[in-house]
Structures are given as C-alpha cells and as structure tokens.
C-alpha cells in the first residue's frame, strides 16, 4: 500500500502549472505596466491601429498565458480521478 503523505506526481505536476500561469500572468503585467504598453492595449480593445511590434508581443504573452491556464486546467480534471492531495 503506498504512503498517503507521499504526493501523487499529479499532484506537484499541476503546482508547477499553476505556478507557470501565475509567472504568465506576471510577466503580462509588467509588460504592460512598461512604456505605453497599457495605453496600446486600450487602442488595441477599441479596435484603433497598433504597432505590428507592439502586437507580436501581446500575442505571444497571450497565447503564452492561455496555454498555461489550458493546461493547468486540463490536468486539473485528470486529478479528479486521482483523488485529493494528501495533508
């Protein structure tokens, strides 16, 4: 019978995804509290021209972002069958 204080490796698996959403999520923040990013996400919501740099950027911190969250997310659903961590 196996140890219950021992973590399912699901379970450290889906902390360290949870930590690479919070690293996206800060990463895009600083990003946009740098320069006139903010400003450029405004423009860019109301559908007015951006920088095409300026674009890349945000798209790739998005998509980073939105992958992170999609993974942690799918891993989560497979914990369900794992059962609860152990305290």
Do not use: F
């Amino acid at each position: 019978m196996s140890d219950p204080a021992i973590e399912h490796p699901k379970h450290v698996e889906h902390r360290t995804m949870l930590r690479r959403v919070q690293d996206c999520t800060t990463a895009m923040r600083r990003w946009l509290a740098t320069g006139n990013n903010s400003a450029e996400l405004m423009a860019y919501l109301r559908a007015q021209p951006v920088d095409s740099g300026w674009l890349r950027s945000y798209r790739r911190l998005h998509r980073d972002l939105e992958r992170s969250v999609g993974d942690a997310h799918q891993l989560e659903t497979q914990l369900e069958e794992v059962g609860p961590r152990p305290r």
